[in-house]
């Protein structure tokens, strides 16, 4: 069973439109993270969610809005798509004030042209 | 807050060679430190972790690593490498208190030479 999973694998939008990835994790963790890996493979954090709580928001714009409906789920919503906003996206999970491994999903391939 | 610098973007090797793969961290706090290995078009998967104790931490597939505190290092090594070693590593850096962020380095892309 995939311990972290994400959907779609691969996207491919225009710029301007509205899209979701969604992630769903099977593990029990109670921390969930977006992660954003550019074209040069750097992975910078996004967001980190607690039990439906958001902990940590690093410098993202706007368009960008996390939504955690439990704490096995944490989706990603996307406004106004821009060419900039082409990259991998990572979800990942880990238990609460474990300092332990985070666990990552497969990663969706956001293109925008 | 903390940075991570991997001093080599890319590293070839033949196959059978040793190698070593390189990692700064800077932290005012105590750190844990981590590898982890992205296989082409995969996720991330942890290889190893230094949290506390014995400096020298070992992986199932032969990789090891050493924290060093005087030099603020955690370089990655293997003393006979495989082609299916061919990947990305990242090396990564967490405050050791909370439910902090990891935080990754660039990445130093592994190719193994046949």
């Known amino acids: 069973d995939t311990a972290v999973s994400q959907t779609p694998k691969y996207l491919v939008t225009q710029m301007g439109n509205d899209k979701s990835i969604k992630c769903e994790q099977n593990l029990g963790h109670d921390t969930m993270y977006w992660y954003k890996q550019d074209s040069k493979k750097f992975l910078k954090i996004m967001f980190s969610y607690n039990n439906k709580e958001l902990i940590i928001n690093e410098t993202v714009p706007n368009r960008f809005s996390p939504k955690s409906p439990d704490k096995a789920h944490l989706n990603l919503h996307i406004n106004s798509l821009e060419l900039g906003d082409s990259a991998v996206y990572f979800c990942?999970?880990?238990?609460?004030?474990?300092?332990?491994?985070?666990?990552f999903g497969p990663g969706t391939r956001l293109t925008v042209t | 807050a903390q940075s991570v610098t991997q001093l080599d973007s890319q590293v070839p090797v033949f196959e059978e060679a040793p190698v070593e793969l390189r990692c700064n961290y800077s932290s005012s706090v105590s750190v844990y430190l981590f590898w982890y290995v992205q296989y082409p078009n995969q996720g991330l998967q942890l290889l190893l972790k230094?949290?506390?104790?014995?400096?020298l931490v070992e992986s199932i597939n032969g990789f090891e690593a050493e924290f060093n505190k005087s030099q603020t290092s955690f370089h990655l090594r293997k003393p006979s490498v495989h082609i299916s070693d061919t990947a990305e590593y990242f090396c990564a850096v967490r405050e050791n208190s909370g439910n902090t962020p990891l935080v990754f380095g660039k990445g130093t892309r592994l190719s193994v030479i046949a």
């Open positions: 990942a999970s880990s238990q609460v004030l474990a300092v332990y491994e985070q666990y």
């Open positions: 230094y949290l506390s104790g014995s400096t």
